[in-house]
């Protein structure tokens, strides 16, 4: 039965469900004593805190914070909170200077302008996807969006190359923030947890080797919605659980609806659950208040990411079998 309740949970068997099996994966499967969450400020990095918290206590708990030119304050305010309310131990690590020795901003910036040759110094930008989706029936055209120093807009589509330029550039942040990750997993002996939820993890909204990168992922079974209910159950606090999702990698803000998704993630999710769960469009359509045709492009739009990004959700490939590798697999 499809209705706007169907992600309700038992958030305290739910939570401590989550927390039995991190301790059993972390102890006998990685053989690590601990975890180290990187703290965005964000709900899902919050929520898989507070659930590494009570899994082991905040002794093995270890937070890091990864800045950089482009992050909002605010994601450094709310992570320092989080941290000192869940009396974990944490760091924090600009880490802009290894962005621009690696060449980041810089590949960045000649991308954008080889779109807009004026943008510089004390412009900021963006990419977002058209607005109206939902009512056609068009490929998702990916926009430029700049701001010059006076405050004025300008908006541009972006071609294919600029834009792919534009992703490689910045998904060096996701990558070297991994890499600080794993740095003080190593030195700790701990585990890396990585923090997408289900609606990120089914589509693909994460970079392979960056965020992507983990020794376990806590909180990909649960829905968005789920993800702020278990975080409010858990008690953090209430500047993390009202905050809205934002993608933090770009100057200008962004929403993780205008960059990847059709819709914000409360409608996105009951339409992810209803497609997981074989409901017809017209039924879901009656439920949440749109058009039949619109559910169905929406539909259209999970499955074609799905497809498009199955190769992040690989790992390395062999071409032929290692069977002794293969039978100590502890999984079976």
Request: negative net charge; hydrophobic residues 40%.
């Amino acid at each position: 039965m499809f209705d706007i309740n169907v992600l309700d949970l038992d958030l305290e068997k739910e939570a401590d469900e989550i927390c039995e099996s991190l301790r059993n994966v972390v102890a006998k499967r990685l053989m690590r004593r601990g975890v180290v969450v990187a703290i965005s400020g964000g709900i899902d990095s919050s929520c898989t805190a507070g659930l590494a918290v009570r899994a082991f206590g905040p002794g093995k708990v270890f937070g890091i914070l990864l800045p950089e030119r482009d992050s909002s304050g605010a994601s450094v305010q709310l992570g320092k909170q989080l941290a000192e309310h869940l009396g974990i131990e944490f760091t924090i690590h600009d880490i802009q200077p290894t962005l621009t020795a690696i060449g980041c901003y810089e590949r960045y910036d000649a991308a954008i302008q080889s779109v807009i040759p004026e943008y510089g110094e004390g412009w900021k930008s963006k990419i977002v996807l058209p607005g109206d989706l939902l009512d056609s029936d068009r490929m998702n055209f990916y926009r430029l969006v700049v701001q010059d120093p006076d405050g004025e807009t300008r908006t541009e589509r972006l071609p294919v190359k600029a834009y792919l330029e534009i992703v490689a550039a910045t998904n060096f942040k996701q990558r070297i923030r991994k890499t600080m990750e794993y740095f003080h997993a190593d030195r700790l002996n701990f585990a890396v947890t990585g923090t997408p939820n289900r609606l990120e993890y089914d589509q693909g909204f994460f970079v392979k080797n960056g965020d992507g990168a983990a020794d376990v992922k806590p909180i990909a079974h649960l829905y968005k919605t789920q993800v702020y209910a278990m975080a409010r159950h858990l008690g953090l606090p209430d500047e993390i659980c009202n905050s809205i999702p934002t993608t933090d990698t770009y100057s200008l803000e962004q929403g993780q609806d205008e960059f990847y998704f059709v819709l914000p993630y409360q409608q996105m999710d009951l339409l992810l659950w209803a497609k997981n769960h074989g409901v017809e469009a017209a039924k879901t359509a009656e439920v949440m208040g749109m058009e039949p045709i619109q559910v169905e492009r929406v539909y259209h739009d999970i499955d074609r990411k799905r497809a498009t990004t199955l190769p992040l959700h690989l790992t390395s490939l062999l071409l032929k079998d290692v069977p002794e590798v293969k039978k100590h697999d502890v999984r079976k």
